[in-house]
């Protein structure tokens, strides 16, 4: 009924930049989305919340991030973005998209996720 699919991970030098977008499809058309995030989990360390943007467009981001990547969205495409600017090596971990999705009850949705790699 809901699917998250991300897409724009890869490998890059220190100091370069990658766009990461996630599609939300959702099967039944009475069901809204609220908010939607972007979170990362480096290996040995517990998945963390990077930046997150409700449907009005109010954004959140990790101090560790803030001023290197920006989050947006489009609501007509239910699609998400994460422009990481800047990316360091400890920027490398899996990004998983997840999505506040609202219909009987409210559930969050994960994508299966993307690697990003930033080498030194």
């Known amino acids: 009924q809901v699917q998250l699919v991300e897409s724009g991970g890869g490998l890059v030098q220190a100091g370069g930049s990658l766009r990461l977008s996630c599609a939300c499809a959702?099967?039944?058309?009475?069901?809204?989305?609220?908010?939607m995030s972007w979170y990362r989990q480096a290996p040995g360390k517990q998945r963390e919340l990077v930046a997150s943007?409700?449907?009005?467009?109010?954004?959140k981001t990790a101090n560790s991030v803030k001023g290197r990547f920006t989050i947006s969205r489009d609501n007509a495409k239910n699609t998400v973005y994460l422009q990481m600017n800047s990316l360091k090596p400890e920027d490398t971990a899996v990004y998983y998209c997840?999505?506040?999705?609202?219909?009987?009850?409210?559930?969050?949705?994960w994508g299966r996720g993307t690697q990003v790699t930033v080498s030194s």
């Open positions: 959702v099967s039944r058309s009475r069901f809204s989305i609220n908010d």
């Open positions: 943007v409700s449907s009005g467009g109010v954004t």
């Open positions: 997840a999505a506040d999705v609202v219909g009987y009850t409210t559930t969050k949705y």
